[in-house]
């Protein structure tokens, strides 16, 4: 991407909106258009046509989805479903009618079957059945990677997908209801010291397994391959993660630690773990040049660094 191409950025108020924006900025890109729900409805296509047709981008990084944990995943499955293909969908087409350049749209390592084989490589897509308590938005993510591909295949649109795992960093909205699990346990922590509470329950047995990739280390992704792979390179999609893993009890132990909080942890095995692990296959995008580089002990201080700075 030149220093003057306009880009657009959906979801740049998001958590990884906001880590690229200033990457962007400082890199010499000053034609960046940034929009929020409030003045551009990516679920309405109408709105996102015209908006497409008088601004005319020429590079487009699909970041913007509804995102939550189980419980937000459970209770609104319809929104999920629908609000994040719609997105997709519609800004997608409007690439291709526009004759975007180059799009890339930000996919999640929950496309993945709930029983894949560990590490998931890309090509274990579609090769079972999906995790129940975030099928809604698994189905949305994969709807959108395969219109990529299928616009690549038959037009021979540059449009690629990346696939992350589970996100967090310094720019999310640590809100339990509706940011990253990450991000939402070190509130969870942080709140129960301040407020003394004696105890802080757990969703699940805390023996799942999860993987997290730092903002930053995303920003680095996107850019990396924006900047130097085309679609008929990583068709149908690649991942970026770090390659690590930690389990739910392990994570709350930490955070425990590093938020200073005296009281007791509690799992709930009443309540849902979600998929039992999940842990990407990066060997493809390590093997063109992005390697993660924020260990997990290292992504956690600097976020909880950050939060406080909010406080």
Known sequence: MDKNSKILITGSRGMVGSTLIPILQKGGHSNLLLTGSKELDLRDRLQVDEFFSKQRPEYVIHLAARVGGIAANMAYPVEFLTDNMQMGMNVIDSSFKYSVKKLLNLGSSCIYPRDSPQPMKEEHLLSGKLEPTNEGYALAKIAALKLCEYYHKQYGCNFISLMPPNLYGKNDHFDSANSHVLSALMSRFHKAKLDGLEEVVVWGTGNTRREFLYDEDLCEAILHFMNNYDAKQLQPFINVGNGADISIRDLALA????????????????????????????????????????????????????????K
Do not use: C, H, V
């Open 255 to 310: 955070m425990k630690e590093l938020t200073g909080y005296q009281g007791r942890i509690t799992f709930d095995a009443t309540k849902p773990d979600g998929m039992p692990k999940k842990l990407l296959d990066t060997s493809r995008s390590n093997a063109l040049g992005w390697k993660a580089r924020t260990s997990i002990s290292e992504g956690l201080r600097k976020t909880y660094e950050a939060y406080l700075g909010r």
